[in-house]
C-alpha cells in the first residue's frame, strides 16, 4: 500500500515563483526523500531528511518534516521551466526492512 | 560510476510470451528494487532483494519472477501476462549501510498485446 499522500496533485506557476508540495505518510519513518521525474522515465533523488530532523536545504530546495503530524513540505525557490516535473515523496520504514514507499505525487509545470 | 543501466528500453510482448527484464549497477549497493509504474500514478513496489536475497514481495503475482543472480544484477522474468501489465517497471538500487538514497534506472516500457 502506498505509504504517502501529496497535495496539490497538480501545480502550475510561472517563472520565478516559489513552489510548495506536500506529503503525508502513515507509519513511522527513518526517513522521507524527495524525487523528481521528467516524462516518466527513472527517478532521480533530491533531498533526503531524516526522522530527527525538522528542516534541510540543498541549493533553491528546502524540506521540512513534522513527525508528530507526520507530513514534509517541499519549497523550490525561484521556480524555472526546467524544473517542470513530477515531484515525489518517499518513505523509508523504521520498520519492514528496506521498503521505500512513495507518495502520489505531484506534477509541476514551471510556464516560462 | 552511479547509474543503474536498465534493459530494453522498450518491450512488446504477447501474452504467451516470455521475457525478461534486465538491471544492472556497479556502485556496490547490497539493495536491488523492482517497481511497476502505470500513467500519471506513483512507482509502486513489487520486490526487494537484499544481500541477493528476496527480502520483500508485495502480493506480486507469480507471472512476474525476480531474480538476483550476483550484487550487481538483478532480473525480471516475464510469463503469461496480462495487457494490464503493460507499464514502466523500474529498477533501483541502494546501499545497506550508509547513504539510504535510491538510484534509479530509465526503466523499461512494457507493453503487453
Known amino acids: 500500500s502506498q505509504q504517502g499522500e501529496e497535495d496539490p496533485q497538480a501545480l502550475s506557476i510561472q517563472e520565478g515563483e516559489n513552489a510548495t508540495m506536500n506529503c503525508s505518510y502513515k507509519?513511522?519513518?527513518?526517513?522521507l526523500q524527495w524525487y523528481r521525474q521528467n516524462s516518466g522515465r527513472g527517478l532521480v533523488h533530491l533531498i533526503l531528511?531524516?526522522?530527527?530532523?525538522r528542516e534541510k536545504h540543498s541549493g533553491r530546495l528546502r524540506v521540512t518534516l513534522d513527525t508528530s503530524k507526520k507530513s514534509s513540505s517541499l519549497l523550490i525557490t525561484a521556480s524555472r521551466a526546467a524544473d517542470t516535473a513530477s515531484y515525489f515523496c518517499?518513505?523509508?520504514?523504521?520498520?519492514?526492512?528496506?521498503?521505500?514507499?512513495f507518495g502520489e505525487g505531484t506534477q509541476l509545470t514551471v510556464n516560462p | 560510476d552511479t547509474e543503474v543501466t536498465q534493459t530494453p528500453k522498450h518491450l512488446v510482448m504477447g501474452m504467451t510470451n516470455k521475457k525478461s527484464l534486465k538491471c544492472e549497477q556497479h556502485?556496490?549497493?547490497?539493495?536491488m528494487y523492482w517497481y511497476k509504474q502505470k500513467a500519471k500514478k506513483p512507482p509502486e513496489l513489487m520486490f526487494v532483494y537484499s544481500y541477493e536475497k528476496l527480502s520483500i514481495n508485495e502480493s506480486v503475482p507469480s507471472r512476474f519472477s525476480p531474480e538476483c543472480p550476483n550484487s550487481s544484477l538483478l532480473n525480471l522474468h516475464l510469463h503469461a501476462l496480462q495487457p494490464e501489465d503493460s507499464a514502466l517497471y523500474l529498477c533501483?538500487?541502494?546501499?545497506?549501510?550508509?547513504?539510504?538514497?535510491?538510484?534509479f534506472g530509465q526503466g523499461t516500457r512494457l507493453t503487453v498485446v
Open positions: 531528511i531524516r526522522s530527527n530532523e
Open positions: 518517499a518513505t523509508d520504514a523504521a520498520i519492514g526492512g528496506s521498503r521505500l514507499t
Open positions: 507509519t513511522s519513518i527513518n526517513n
Open positions: 556502485m556496490g549497493h547490497r539493495a
Open positions: 533501483a538500487s541502494r546501499a545497506l549501510l550508509g547513504s539510504p538514497e535510491a538510484f
